[in-house]
């Protein structure tokens, strides 16, 4: 069975996007973002998934640059 995320991406100036994407999607979708972070998509992911194990919405925000901050939400598909 493979795994689907809910997503909601929101960046600063721009319209937020959101959909459903397997794991490999949703990195395709991030890398093709260029989002400024101090990590790889694919350890943004795996460390969201972690979170996830409580509540079942994990929320990741950078704001290291106010005008190119930007936010994901992310939760498994059910």
């Excluded at 998509?41 to 950078?62: F, K, N, R, V």
Aim: hydrophobic share 40%; glycine share 6%.
């Amino acid at each position: 069975m493979t795994t689907r995320y809910l997503w909601t991406l929101d960046r600063f100036g721009q319209q937020s996007r959101n959909g459903l994407a397997t794991e490999n999607e949703l990195l395709d979708i991030l890398n093709g973002e260029a989002l400024p972070s101090v990590m790889p998509a694919d350890w943004l992911l795996a460390t969201m998934q972690i979170d996830m194990e409580g509540s079942g919405l994990s929320i990741h925000e950078s704001s290291h640059n106010p005008e190119d901050s930007w936010k994901l939400e992310l939760k498994i598909a059910r």
